[in-house]
């Protein structure tokens, strides 16, 4: 064990490290991370890591020691102050949460807090009330009506270079590209909002025999996540698909492109979007001669980063497709499958696999999930 720790102390990936130590000493793994709480490491990414690992586990005593080590080796780092940040607010630490947000007021920005304010109302306001007006403040301050801006100039320069990393003019070359998706999200967004209500589906291990299939089917309009493979599962989630949001990784490289490809096969016809938190900046894709043809459109570095600001840095690919929807689309939506990896079944209902990438901050997930923004479908046993 001491040569684990020390091996974890000095490695220079100890997120990647202690992943693979997860998957393959998963009887030892618990008693490892408790010793490493004691540790006196100055490694902010074991740190991180730990912090991470303790919001899955919901223990969010030890999640805060971990993460007060990460913010304290790692002052400048945004996404360490907003994880202890929102490790205040899980755990009912309302006037921790309300002084760490006022304290770090002028290092935000004026959106950022506001941004970072509505995931405090959902744990503390009294009523909806609060939140619908503070959903209305963050329109003010250009979230959801952003996208409108962007729908409605998508065919000038400067609505092109929305869809840029650095606001500049977009090269000429990628001009027809950029014109391209904003045509293409154009398109998808009309008709997301042509819609009175939406079911997300997701792709939790506990839809597996829940017979959900017949009430799915027949609801307004259908959204999945990534491509899941339906066939052979109909009786349990539906055979309709009107939309799919997928993780943007998968227009990354040509390898993860060959693999989006063999999924979009059996979707024939049904629009992807592209969606992702993390990126700053859009992958490399011919948007321009692929995505017309494909039906594939990637959301706007802009709006990647409301999704950020609204939720966090490594949020699962249904979490931004419920955040848009639900928050900037403000549309009324119903989740089925949506287990936050704790469902004793495999993961996804259509695999056997039980791994779980620990950089999903899951507690996080649930909280705003299951909260008045979304309306629940019915449990999935």
């Known amino acids: 064990m001491r040569e684990a720790l020390d091996a974890i102390e000095r490695s220079p990936d100890p997120f990647g490290l202690l992943s693979s130590l997860r998957q393959t000493q998963r009887e030892s793994f618990d008693s490892l991370t408790q010793d490493l709480l004691t540790s006196s490491s100055n490694n902010p990414g074991l740190w ?37 940040y929102r490790i205040a607010v899980l755990s009912d630490d309302g006037p921790t949460a ?52 962007l729908i409605r100039e998508f065919g000038t320069i400067a609505g092109s270079a929305a869809y840029s990393s ?20 154009a398109g998808m967004i009309a008709r997301l ?19 959900l299939g017949p009430q799915i089917d027949s609801q307004e309009f259908v959204v999945r996540i990534n491509f899941p493979k339906i066939q052979g599962f109909e009786a349990d989630v539906g055979a309709r698909t009107d939309m799919v949001f997928f993780t ?23 629009p992807g979007l592209a969606i992702d ?52 689309l403000q549309k009324d939506i119903t989740l089925h499958g949506f287990d ?18 620990i950089g999903h901050e899951t507690a996080v997930e649930k909280f705003i999930l299951t909260s008045d923004l979304c309306r629940r479908g019915l449990p999935a046993r």
């Open 340 to 357: 936050f990896y704790a469902s004793q079944k495999p993961v996804h209902f259509f695999s056997s696999s039980s791994e779980v990438f």
């Open 166 to 185: 650095t606001n500049k003019l977009p090269e000429p070359q990628d001009l027809g590209g950029l014109l391209s998706n904003n045509c293409l999200f």
């Open 98 to 149: 309300r002084r760490m947000l006022e304290q770090q007021r002028d290092r935000l920005g004026d959106f950022q807090f506001e941004c970072s304010r509505f995931f405090y109302l959902l744990r503390f306001a009294e009523g909806v009330i609060p939140i619908n007006s503070h959903i209305s403040r963050l329109k003010e301050l250009g979230c959801s009506e952003m996208l409108r801006v």
């Open 248 to 270: 943007e990784a998968f227009l990354a490289s040509q390898e993860n492109l060959n693999s989006l490809e063999t999924l979009r096969a059996a979707y024939p016809g049904v």
């Open 48 to 84: 991180r890591y730990l912090a991470l690992n303790f919001i899955r586990s919901e223990d969010y005593q030890k999640a805060a020691f971990a993460a007060d080590k990460h913010c304290r080796l790692s002052p400048e780092n945004d996404e360490a102050f907003l994880r202890r």
């Open 277 to 328: 938190a993390a990126r700053r900046t859009s992958v490399q894709y011919n948007l321009c001669s692929e995505g017309l043809t494909k039906q594939i459109a990637t959301v706007p570095v802009e709006v990647r980063s409301l999704l950020r600001s609204l939720s966090y840095e490594f949020a699962t690919t249904g979490l931004c497709a419920v955040v848009m929807l639900s928050i900037l």
């Open 193 to 211: 909002e042509g819609v009175d209500s939406l079911t997300v589906v997701g792709n939790g291990g506990s839809l597996r025999g829940a017979g």
